[in-house]
């Protein structure tokens, strides 16, 4: 059971936390959403561009040249490469409104 005594203390084995005290020592969220939006979809397109590359280099192998399975994979990767590049363009680049 939580009892207080006549002070105001709490005379439990709970700890209580000063909130006050917590929202001083906090640090202020300072950082630029324009720039770190464009980092995220830099980042995404570059991942793009490097697993497009690191397919075409699997596909050219000799010895994957006739395997149905790299052809399937290139095939997917490809077709889905274009879709999720134009989502990112489009939604990071594409409009100057907030999204929110």
Do not use: C, H
Not at 6 to 23: C, F, K
Not at 33 to 46: D, V, Y
Not at 53 to 80: A, C, H, M, W, Y
Request: overall charge negative; cysteine-free; charged content about 20%.
């Amino acid at each position: 059971m939580n009892t207080i005594d006549v002070n105001g203390a709490n005379t439990s084995n709970i700890e209580v936390i000063d909130l006050d005290v917590v929202e001083d020592n906090l640090g202020n969220a300072d950082f630029n959403i324009a720039k770190e939006k464009f980092s995220l979809a830099k980042n995404i397109l570059l991942f793009l561009f490097w697993l497009t590359i690191f397919i075409i280099i699997i596909r050219v192998t000799p010895e994957n040249k006739d395997s149905n399975g790299i052809k399937e994979l290139f095939n997917t990767v490809f077709q889905s490469i274009v879709p999720m590049s134009s989502l990112v363009i489009g939604y990071y680049f594409g409009s100057r409104e907030s999204k929110e």
